[in-house]
């Protein structure tokens, strides 16, 4: 077991679990600038009161107990939670040159370099967005995508159900039976862009980020979404992309944070971690109210 310090960078929307019920994919760079990726993190922390103290935010610095993945999740960035509920929320990361100054340090050639890798995190800036679009289920053929996509489906099922049944009974959590889930199929959004690699044809990722997921089941529709996060970013803004696998599906990557600095916006080369600590988070960004 370690205790480290992790900057988060990316939280995606809740998935279920055969074993923890809904979990967040949380991804962040230790002190040492190496990936992580943390689990369990219980998706109720984000929506019961009674964890309300271990709220985290992108941009926060969190200490948490780590154990070794291996072997039964053999990506060499991943880490077992040791115990969800003693996460310390230490720091945050608020000026945009700041933000992007931790990925410069840790930026990759293009996406053809981290399939090339051993590694199942990285992060990139596409050289152009082409577009932002959703995808009917029937026309997705990666079956890594697919899975995510019904994991999705049934974690927000299932949190729908946990909120019902717990102001229903008196803001007690039980277990949610099976029978009682409804599951809406939602469909593949993501985009389309270029990386820099010289040969690049054009990649169609899939964005599992939380934020934009969010944003699609509020408004039920692609057009306004579109205008937020492909118009709003093409023009005003540079983009980062922060992609991941999963274990199942190792060359099947997705979009698992968008990181969106205004387009004057300069990296602060000298940034580090104990700048940070103990300094105050403030919510998510304001595009998304």
């Known amino acids: 077991m370690m205790k480290e310090r992790i900057l988060v960078i990316a939280k995606t929307y809740p998935?279920?679990?055969?074993?923890?019920?809904?979990?967040?994919?949380?991804?962040?760079?230790?002190?040492?600038?190496?990936?992580?990726?943390?689990?369990?993190?219980?998706a109720k922390i984000f929506s019961d009161e009674q964890y309300s103290h271990l709220r985290f935010k992108k941009w926060d610095i969190i200490e948490v107990e780590l154990t070794d993945a291996r072997p039964k999740d053999p990506r060499i960035?991943?880490?077992?939670?040791?115990?969800?509920?003693?996460?310390?929320?230490?720091?945050?990361?608020?000026?945009?040159?700041?933000?992007?100054?931790?990925?410069?340090?840790?930026?990759?050639?293009?996406?053809?370099?981290?399939?090339?890798?051993?590694?199942?995190?990285?992060?990139?800036?596409?050289?152009?967005?082409?577009d932002f679009?959703?995808?009917?289920?029937?026309?997705?053929?990666?079956?890594?995508e697919k899975e995510v996509l019904n994991?999705?489906?049934?974690?927000?099922a299932t949190l729908e159900q946990y909120i019902n049944t717990k102001v229903a009974e008196n803001d007690i959590l039980p277990e949610v039976k099976e029978k009682d889930i409804k599951i809406e199929k939602l469909p593949w959004i993501g985009y389309?862009?270029?990386?820099?690699?010289?040969?690049?044809k054009g990649h169609e990722m899939m964005a599992i980020d939380?934020?934009?997921?969010?944003?699609?089941?509020?408004?039920?529709?692609?057009?306004?979404?579109?205008?937020?996060?492909?118009?709003?970013?093409?023009?005003?803004?540079?983009?980062?992309?922060?992609i991941g696998n999963t274990w199942k599906f190792r060359k099947s990557f997705m979009i698992i944070s968008v990181v969106y600095p205004p387009v004057s916006t300069k990296p602060n080369i000298n940034v580090k971690f104990d700048d940070f600590v103990q300094h105050q988070s403030t919510g998510i960004d304001k595009w998304l109210k």
Not at 26 to 33: A, D, F, K, P, R
């Open 15 to 42: 998935e279920i679990s055969t074993k923890y019920g809904p979990l967040v994919c949380t991804v962040g760079l230790n002190e040492n600038l190496e990936w992580r990726r943390i689990y369990p993190i219980p």
């Open 77 to 130: 960035e991943s880490y077992k939670v040791v115990n969800w509920e003693n996460i310390k929320i230490i720091g945050h990361v608020e000026r945009w040159e700041d933000k992007i100054g931790f990925l410069e340090k840790v930026l990759d050639k293009d996406i053809e370099s981290i399939w090339n890798s051993k590694r199942s995190i990285g992060v990139i800036k596409p050289t152009k967005l082409i």
């Open 133 to 144: 679009f959703d995808k009917p289920r029937e026309r997705i053929k990666d079956e890594a």
């Open 151 to 156: 994991k999705i489906d049934e974690a927000q």
């Open 192 to 200: 389309k862009f270029n990386c820099s690699n010289i040969n690049c």
């Open 210 to 242: 939380w934020e934009i997921q969010e944003l699609f089941r509020k408004y039920r529709q692609i057009d306004p979404v579109k205008k937020k996060v492909f118009f709003e970013f093409k023009n005003r803004r540079n983009i980062y992309f922060v």
